[in-house]
Structure formats: structure tokens, C-alpha cells
DNA sequence: CTAAACTCTCACGTCGGTGTGAGAGTCAAG
DNA sequence: CTTGACTCTCACACCGACGTGAGAGTTTAG
């Protein structure tokens, strides 16, 4: 598929979409003209840049798992440490954002009459 | 005390201090000089901010909620709103994150030999 | 009293992921 | 063949939380 459908079925801009292939997260073919060419697969390949991106994942670290992962590279070992570098920063956030999210629930706390069980603390607990 | 030494005990530059006082989240008296004069209670204020930057509120949604909790403002309603709105957000990114986090495993389990337990599952769970 | 150290207020630079044209080529339908 | 919808490659704009001087006043130590 064109770059167009792709964008419609993933819900990605254009420009995103670009992007990725720049930061060669995205390695699409070719026609003889120039247009690039995405097959189905694609389409998951951009949900998980999506995920990557929302945890915070800068582009040029996702382009490089991805080519890595894809058996671009014999970097495997420096791959996966990279991976497991990410794994425990993402960790950390969790944490730290379980302690802001109390540090919410406190100012909270002082604007509102004492008392008052727990709204659905998150699907973890 | 001055802007440099609040600087030193919190470990935030100067130049952010100023940033946080412009967005309303700091109000610092002056000197007849006009040089911004802190007090104490300032540095929690300080962790505060960066607790909740770090949380990925922005400067502006910061400086109206400390303004609003130090009674300033008698929008306590609307602010309430504002802290659980970016609570359940955080909550969000949370399961996010958790989400993520899986899918990294799943990619390293692809490079990896299979097998090999847990490599400690953040403080929760 | 002077020099060093600090502080002040502009105001422009940075970085990352995209938006937004500009100008030009390409493809499908009538 | 023409029109309109897509696509291509530059390349500049944007936002947010600062960094980084510039130029000028203030305070402190010797």
C-alpha cells in the first residue's frame, strides 16, 4: 500500500509516518518513480513505534531497536542491553509516577473535607 | 535566602527558578534592589514542581494549582477538577508504561534464549 | 575603594516529534 | 489529454522547559 492508506489505517500522519523512515524505524520499498511502498506488516511495525514513543522512547533509539530486531545488525548484545536499559527506566517512571500520583492524592487531600475510600487505583494494586 | 543558594540546596538552576516563578508557581519576595529573596519552605515547594514536571504536568497547569493551594485563588472547585483530571491521567500513563513494559519483553524475549523468571517487577505488583 | 561574585532583565538558541506549505512529479478516471 | 488526487523532497514553524550569553546594577570580601 501507499503511504496515504497506511496513514488512514494507522491514524498516523504523513509526516509521522516519513519521519519513522528517516529515523529507520520504517524501511519501506520503492516504486520505480519513488513512491514508497507498505506492506500489511507495516502496520503493526507503526503501533509499536506509537507504544515505544508514548513511554518515551526517543526516535533515533526506536529506529535502532527495530533495524536491530529486524537482523540488521549482529549488534544483538549491544541490542538487548539497550532494551534492558529502557525496560528499567520505564520502571522507574512507574514508580515515580505511582509517588506523584500520592503526592496528587495529598494536595487533594487539603481541598477536600477528610475521608473518602479510593477511586479504582489503576489496574495494578 | 537568594536565588543562588536555593539554587544549590535544590539542585534546579537558576534560570529555572526564574522560569518557575514567571509561570506563577514561585512568588519570591524583593529586596529594595530587587533581588528575589526565598524562604525555606520554598525548597518542598521547589520538589514539588519538579515531582510533578517530571509527571509530565506543565508549567502552566503547576503554577495555577500551587497558586490556587496557597489560597489564592478562590477557584478551589475548579482546581480540584484540574488535580483529578491529571490524576486519572497519570493512572493512564501508568498502565501504560505497564503496557510498554511488556511489549519490551516481548521483544527481548526474541533475541534471547527462551526461559529466565522476572527480573524484579518494579515495587508494585 | 575596588575587584570578584552575584543578581537583574531581555531575548535568542536548542531539541524532538510534527505541522505546514512550496514547487514539482505521478497516477487513475473521464 | 486533462483534471484532480496523491506523492515526492526540501525546509521553515511550533511548543515547552530550559541554556546561554549580553549588558547593567548590587553586594561582599579584602
Known amino acids: 500500500m501507499k503511504i496515504g492508506e497506511l496513514a488512514d489505517r494507522t491514524g498516523v500522519s504523513v509526516r509521522a509516518l516519513r519521519y519513522y523512515e528517516e529515523k529507520?524505524?520504517?524501511?519501506p520499498d520503492r516504486t520505480p518513480s519513488g513512491y514508497r511502498i507498505f506492506s500489511d506488516s507495516e502496520?503493526?511495525?507503526v503501533a509499536h513505534?506509537?507504544?515505544?514513543?508514548?513511554?518515551?522512547l526517543g526516535m533515533d533509539l526506536i529506529?535502532?531497536?527495530?533495524a536491530c530486531l529486524s537482523g540488521e545488525s549482529l549488534l544483538l548484545d549491544?541490542?538487548?542491553?539497550?532494551?534492558?536499559?529502557?525496560?528499567?527506566?520505564i520502571t522507574?517512571?512507574?514508580d515515580q509516577l505511582v509517588h506523584t500520583?500520592?503526592?496528587?492524592?495529598?494536595?487533594?487531600a487539603t481541598t477536600r473535607a477528610p475521608a473518602q475510600p479510593n477511586p479504582v487505583e489503576s489496574s495494578i494494586a
Open 63 to 66: 529506529g535502532e531497536i527495530l
Open 49 to 56: 513505534i506509537q507504544t515505544l514513543l508514548a513511554a518515551g
Open 43 to 45: 502496520i503493526r511495525r
Open 92 to 94: 522507574n517512571d512507574i
Open 101 to 108: 500520583r500520592s503526592l496528587l492524592d495529598d494536595l487533594l
Open 24 to 27: 529507520g524505524a520504517l524501511r
Open 78 to 89: 549491544d541490542c538487548r542491553e539497550r532494551l534492558e536499559a529502557e525496560r528499567r527506566r
